[in-house]
C-alpha cells in the first residue's frame, strides 16, 4: 500500500455526486498529479483527501491509517500539509511570520525547517521582514507553499500552484517541487498546466467527470495519444 490511498471517492455538494469512485494514490518521494479538463471534480478529490468534503464511499488511508473521517485540522499533525490556491497568505504579516505561522503545531525548535524553506526560496529570506501582502503572486505562492512546509509534512497537497504566475516562476516552482520530493515527502498536486505537470510526475490520474478516465506513469500518459489529443492539446 502506498503511503497515501484514496480509494473509491464518492461524494460532492448538496447530494450531488461530483466525483464517483476515484482513486488517487502517492508514495513518500514521489510527486502524483491530478489532470483533466475543467469541472472534472480534480479540486474537489483533493479536498476530499484532505478531510474538507465528507465522502458518502470511500476511503482515504495515510500511512495505513484510516483517516477517512478524520477532520482537516487532525490530519496536519499526521503529516499532512495542504496549499490552498486561492487567500493562501497572511497579507498584512511579514513574510517570516506566515512562515511562523505554520509552525503552530510545533514545539520542537523550527530554525532548521526556516532554513530549509529559505535555502528553497531564498528571494524569502530576501524579503522576510516584508508584508506578504506586498508580493508578487510567485513569491506569494512560495510563501505559502513554505509555511506549509514548516509543519514538516509528511504529505504535501498543492491545488494549482502554478495557478496565475508565468511560464518562467511555474518552471522555478515547478523545479522546487522536485527538490521537495527527493526529501522523501510525498507530492500530490492538481495542475491545470497538465503537459508540464506530467513531465515532472512519477505517476499521474487523468479525472474525467469525477472518474479516473487514465492512469499512469508521467511519462506513459505524455506518450499517451488519445492522452494528449484529448488533455493536452495535440
Known sequence: MKFLTASGMTGGYGGVDIIEDCDISVEKGEIAV???PNGAGKSTAMKAIFGMLNLRKGK???????ITRMAPQDRVPMGMGFVPQNRNVFVSLSVEENLEMGAYIREDD???SLRLVYDLFPVLEEKRRQ????????????VA???ALMTKPKLLVLDEPTAGVSPIVMDELFDRIIEIAKTGIAILMVEQNARQALEIANHGFVLVQG???FTDTGEAL?????VRRSFLGG
Open 34 to 36: 491530478i489532470v483533466g
Open 60 to 66: 482515504v488511508e495515510l500511512d495505513g491509517r484510516d
Open 131 to 142: 508584508p506578504a501582502g506586498e508580493l508578487s503572486g510567485g513569491q506569494r505562492q512560495q
Open 145 to 147: 507553499v513554505g509555511r
Open 222 to 226: 505524455l506518450a499517451n495519444e488519445e
Open 211 to 213: 472518474r479516473n478516465r
Open 110 to 112: 523550527i530554525s532548521d
